[in-house]
């Protein structure tokens, strides 16, 4: 009888991570590598928000705390939701978890039987389907190429929906392309969804702030308020106030779902840490001028990236809306052969030749459902950028 679980043969070891090991590897080894794997601003946590947890500690506030959030964070995220996305929810319909990942995996479990489809557009945030498959269902992906920027057309989802369909999972700006949907965009895939009642969305909104003008953030139940019995919207203070070590994630929807959700968390994980919750609470109540300038910065490094990459030999880098990563295509360097001999058959032949030849760590886009791209995370200096595109540049021209 074997020891470990069947259902782990089911999920995959995270690529992101490998990449990571291995750039950790070679650095370790001696060779100067400049990784563009990560998935966090490189900024330090506001010093507000620092101070709350700081003052959280000092007034006691380590102990348990209600399961799925504490009162007031519950409150400020309610009030939140109606600033920001004109989304009406009471406390009894918020729960807060261990980052944005916890509120995606509670709601998997509570929610999905043996033989559940879940939408995902490809390329997707790696967790998502290997969450789907723990949880027991069936993700479906629904793929996407860079001539519709990688996003689904209403077509798509149209031809997606069966009658076993249980959720799409709706993320944008997405993790890995950037792409963000449009309010028409999004209007014209919630008619869709109007036409088939037994679909929920899961909508992962945490890139919301980092969105770059003209592009407007939208939210599917803000856009079609028709779906808002449906929806869960998910959203965290990760990215938004570069507070990823915090683990604080949250999300509003139907009450059942919220409760099922509590339920899951009260067996396995219990609250959230409760300094965090204090710090969150800080994050969303207290000054917001870090979004802002995170998103100055961001846009500055988004400009750079994409204009170096687009003058490299066979790689096409279309302008994302959002987040922090670029998605080229790397299809022109398909069947040409790096300076080590070795014939570039796939996109992660690409990455794995270029992180040896030159030292630039990114990811290769099939791990995330689509290729020949990479994802490449701007989330670190203008320098170690600019250097980094030349050498992307001095690679892509030695290919033969
Ligand atoms: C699209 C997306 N959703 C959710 C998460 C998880 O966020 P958290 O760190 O709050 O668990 C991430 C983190 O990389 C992400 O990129």
């Not at 950790?24 to 001696?30: D, F, I, P, S, T």
């Not at 070590?245 to 219990?270: C, D, H, N």
């Not at 022109?332 to 030749?353: I, R, W, Y």
């Amino acid at each position: 009888m074997a020891f470990l679980a069947d259902s782990l043969a089911r999920v995959k070891p995270s690529a992101t991570i490998a990449v990571t090991n291995k750039a950790r590897e070679l650095k370790a080894a001696g060779k100067d590598v400049i990784g563009l794997g990560a998935g966090e601003p490189d900024f330090d946590t506001p010093q507000h928000i620092k101070d709350a947890a700081k003052a959280a500690i000092d007034a006691g506030q380590t102990k348990y705390t209600a399961v799925d959030g504490i009162p007031e964070l519950k409150q400020a995220i309610c009030e939140k939701f109606a600033r920001e996305n004109g989304l009406t929810y009471t406390p009894s319909q918020i729960t807060v978890s261990t980052g944005g990942k916890q509120v995606l995996y509670n709601a998997l479990m509570a929610t999905l039987n043996p033989g559940d489809e879940v939408l995902i557009p490809a390329p997707y945030w790696v967790s998502y389907p290997d969450m789907v498959l723990l949880a027991g269902g069936e993700p479906v992906a629904i793929d996407t190429g860079i001539e519709t920027n990688f996003k689904i057309t209403p077509a798509q989802l149209e031809a997606a929906i069966t009658p076993k369909t249980k959720w799409l999972i709706f993320n944008s700006p997405s993790n890995p392309s950037g792409a963000g949907y449009t309010e028409a965009e999004l209007k014209a895939l919630t008619d869709v969804l109007m036409k088939h009642p037994h679909v929920w969305v899961m909508t992962d909104d945490m890139y919301e702030h980092i969105v770059y003008p003209p592009f407007v953030f939208c939210s599917p139940a803000q856009v079609e308020p028709g779906l808002y019995d449906r929806t869960l919207t998910c959203n965290g203070v990760s990215k938004a106030y570069a507070m990823t070590g915090w683990r604080i994630g949250y999300a509003g929807g139907p009450e059942e779902l919220i409760k099922a959700m509590a339920k899951i968390q009260s067996q396995s994980t219990s609250n959230p840490c409760s300094i965090s919750q204090y710090a969150a609470l800080a994050a969303l109540t207290g000054p917001q001028d870090y979004i802002d300038e995170s998103r100055v910065a961001f846009q500055r490094r988004r400009d750079l990236v994409v204009s170096a990459l687009n003058q490299c030999e066979g790689i096409e880098c279309p302008e994302p809306e959002g987040a922090f990563y670029v998605y080229p295509s790397v299809a022109g360097c398909m069947g040409k052969t790096a300076p080590s001999g070795k014939v570039l058959e796939t996109d992660e032949d690409f990455v794995t030749e270029l992180l040896e030849t030159e030292g630039v760590a990114v990811v290769h886009g099939s791990a995330f459902g689509a290729g020949p791209c990479f994802r490449a995370s701007y989330a670190t200096s203008d320098e170690s950028l600019t250097e980094a595109c030349n050498r992307i540049r001095r690679f892509c021209g030695a290919l033969k």
